[in-house]
């Protein structure tokens, strides 16, 4: 965000807690930030506000807009600068952060900005006064609720956001983008489309699919099986549980205890059948455990690797309430996981290979608004020990592997320092949605801690035994956060191949209801989803309601096109109508479905 880009959002940011002061006294303070595309600010409000609200809040900002209030900093040593917030301010929540500054961050002074009658703790820049401020250029957008300071254990706050830009048009880009967004959501599509349903006697983030979208999932399956199929891997099947020991061996515990569903504590008769033994289960959070216990399960030798386990293995991690999301973030998912093991004179090609591969799967599904993102280790980060393996040499040499793998396929990456996994660097996949988030929509990770943590070995050819690297890898991430994704790619109007109704055929009486039928049979035959419409409804709107389904091929058929044993094409989206033979449109469609083609 460029420096008058974020005085500008910083200025309105107190405008708007100005004008809720105003609409609501009695209110205190929160947080006011500029974000990446405007700014909000947290409330405990006096009286509740609404959406409702929202234009009348407006309007009062852009009166103290025109009255040009000068943004004017003071410094105060920290004392008077809590008397300040406590006496004049009346402010118990900056006061509480204030104090912290302080005693935990040592500052010995604190910074406020006045504007008119309105004063905030607040390090600026502003503005120099309030008409520099693009009246026609920020829009209030919605209300939410806020923890205080983030912690789900504070004061529920009231968050009022806002769009905020420097020019009218780069704010009706932005209005345009999310009326889009809006369309697209996956929640609002998943509903309408009937893909899924989240169930509260199931439980929060534990997504049920319907028969729509499970077709979706057993498509994106059945694509990963045959590219992975063509790059060898062989697929394993592995429980949803296992033996809390099982973590605490490859060191998965420390890391990720608190995103785990609670232990269970389980008792089990020994061999005598009367003895009770005890022991410890978790839901597994993640697949690798599982599938290193495979590779162990049999002497291994320098000549059988490398070897790639693949599994569509269902995993379960304890998310807070808060951040669960449709199914961007869920509680139960379906992981697209692969372990490759390997020599490290193999690092390299079964890396490039793993690239390659999610190349494949992105072209396929017609997605480019992707990016690279390295993700290392940081030796400087204090919490280094507790957040990372201890073995710089592997982080250094693991680190430069990832480099010249991605140097030599040439694709572009940038690298971020601290965000590595806890046994080694990883390459994530970015993707920025219709709805403006990005999402990290798959992991490539370089493990050189855990198998020799569970004492995973090889013969090589010396005859000496030697620890296995492991590649993790995973390109269509999770079913539930992938077709997320498509959906609102999309924007529900999947391709043939990926349409949970790839076919609809409506006859325009029911006098030709039998030769609908026996289309329908016969690309059925095929296994092509196909059914016919033999509601009462008119045949208008019968194909109003299959482009309302997005159902990308529509048949008519009527008297010449029983004579002549043809259909009547209606793709979606085009509002071109096509003749041709029940024979031809099998041919095509088939063939559409085999390469997975964008369309018919």
């Not at 201890?390 to 040439?410: K, L, Q």
Request: hydrophobic share 35%; charged share 30%; with cysteine.
């Amino acid at each position: 965000m460029d420096q008058d880009l974020y005085k500008i959002r910083h200025s309105l940011a107190h405008v708007l807690a100005q004008a809720v002061l105003e609409i609501r006294p009695g209110s205190t303070l929160g947080f006011g930030p500029p974000i990446d595309d405007g700014f909000y600010y947290d409330f405990v409000l006096s009286e509740p506000l609404s959406d409702e609200d929202l234009p009348a809040i407006e309007k009062k900002m852009k009166h103290i807009i025109k009255q040009g209030q000068k943004f004017e900093s003071q410094e105060l040593p920290a004392e008077e600068a809590f008397a300040l917030i406590r006496d004049e301010m009346g402010e118990p929540y900056k006061l509480e952060y204030a104090q912290d500054l302080v005693n935990k961050n040592g500052l010995e002074t604190l910074t406020f900005y006045r504007n008119g009658p309105f004063l905030d703790m607040c390090e600026g820049p502003h503005v120099e006064q309030t008409r520099q401020l693009p009246k026609a250029a920020f829009k209030l957008r919605s209300i939410a609720g806020a923890y205080w300071r983030g912690d789900s254990d504070n004061t529920m706050m009231t968050r009022i956001y806002a769009w905020a830009f420097k020019t009218r048009e780069e704010l009706d880009a932005r209005l345009k983008e999310h009326k889009l967004a809006l369309e697209r959501d996956h929640k609002r599509l998943g509903k309408t489309m009937d893909l899924f349903v989240i169930d509260d006697e199931i439980g929060k983030g534990l997504p049920l699919w319907m028969p729509n979208g499970t077709v979706i999932r057993d498509e994106l399956e059945k694509l990963a099986r045959e590219l992975e199929f063509a790059d060898g891997y062989q697929r394993v099947s592995t429980p949803v549980l296992a033996k809390t020991s099982l973590y605490e061996r490859t060191g998965h515990l420390p890391y990720y205890a608190e995103g785990m569903y609670p232990f269970m504590e389980l008792k089990d008769r020994g061999e005598d059948g009367e003895e009770l033994v005890k022991e410890s289960y978790v839901l597994k959070p993640m697949n690798c455990p599982h599938h290193h216990k495979i590779f162990d399960a049999r002497l291994r030798s320098y000549r059988d690797l490398p070897i790639r386990y693949a599994e569509y293995g269902l995993c379960h991690r304890y998310e807070d309430s808060g951040a669960l999301s449709g199914l961007l973030r869920v509680r139960g998912m379906c992981m697209n996981d692969a372990h490759i093991y390997c020599t490290e004179e193999q690092i390299k090609e079964e890396f490039i290979k793993v690239m390659r591969l999610h190349q494949k799967v992105y072209a396929v599904l017609g997605m480019d608004n992707y990016w690279m993102r390295l993700s290392t280790w940081d030796p400087e980060d204090p919490r280094g020990k507790e957040k990372y393996v201890d073995d710089p040499e592997a982080w250094e040499f693991s680190t430069v592997a990832i480099r010249d793998a991605m140097d030599e396929i040439g694709i572009e990456y940038e690298e971020v320092k601290g965000e590595g996994a806890f046994y080694g660097p990883k390459i994530d996949v970015q993707f920025r949605t219709v709805t403006g988030r990005e999402e990290t929509a798959s992991t490539n990770q370089l493990d050189f801690a855990v198998p020799g943590r569970l004492g995973l070995t090889y013969i090589d050819a010396d005859g000496n035994k030697k620890h296995p690297w492991c590649l993790h890898r995973a390109p269509l991430g999770t079913h539930e956060r992938f077709v997320a994704f498509l959906v609102e790619h999309y924007g529900g109007a999947f391709p043939t191949w990926l349409a949970p109704r790839q076919v609809i055929v409506e006859p325009i009486a029911d006098v030709f209801g039998g030769y609908a039928q026996g289309i329908v049979d016969r690309l059925r035959g095929h296994m092509v989803r196909a059914e016919v419409d033999l509601s009462t409804d008119t045949l208008n709107k019968r194909i109003r309601n299959a482009v309302t389904s997005k159902i990308p091929n529509v048949l008519v058929v009527g008297e010449r096109e029983q004579e002549e044993g043809t259909v009547t094409l209606r793709r979606y989206g085009s509002r071109e109508q096509t003749s041709m033979s029940v024979d031809e449109f099998e041919t095509r469609i088939l063939a559409a479905i085999k390469d997975r083609a964008a369309q018919v």
